[in-house]
């Protein structure tokens, strides 16, 4: 049951991790700074691999945090 409700979530908004105005945002200010031709839109399969690189970063930190206090420094 709890992994159907996480894929109706899922489904609903893919990228849960992210405030996708701001990552669409700053994407393109990055865009127009550094490239000839500035791009315009900010496509789902970018905020994906944004979002995929947000949990994979988390669940890199919390591996490498070492198994003492109740905290996450």
């Known amino acids: 049951m ?11 908004n893919p990228t849960p991790h992210l405030n996708r ?3 669409k945002e700053t994407a393109l200010e990055i865009a127009r700074a550094s490239r000839a031709q500035p791009f315009e839109r900010v496509g ?3 905020l994906e691999r944004i979002e995929a690189a947000v949990r ?4 890199r930190e919390v591996r490498i945090h070492p198994s003492k206090g109740k905290t996450l420094l």
């Open 21 to 23: 105005k701001k990552v």
């Open 2 to 12: 709890n992994e159907n409700v996480n894929e109706t979530l899922r489904a609903i």
């Open 56 to 59: 994979e970063t988390i669940a």
């Open 44 to 46: 789902r399969p970018f």
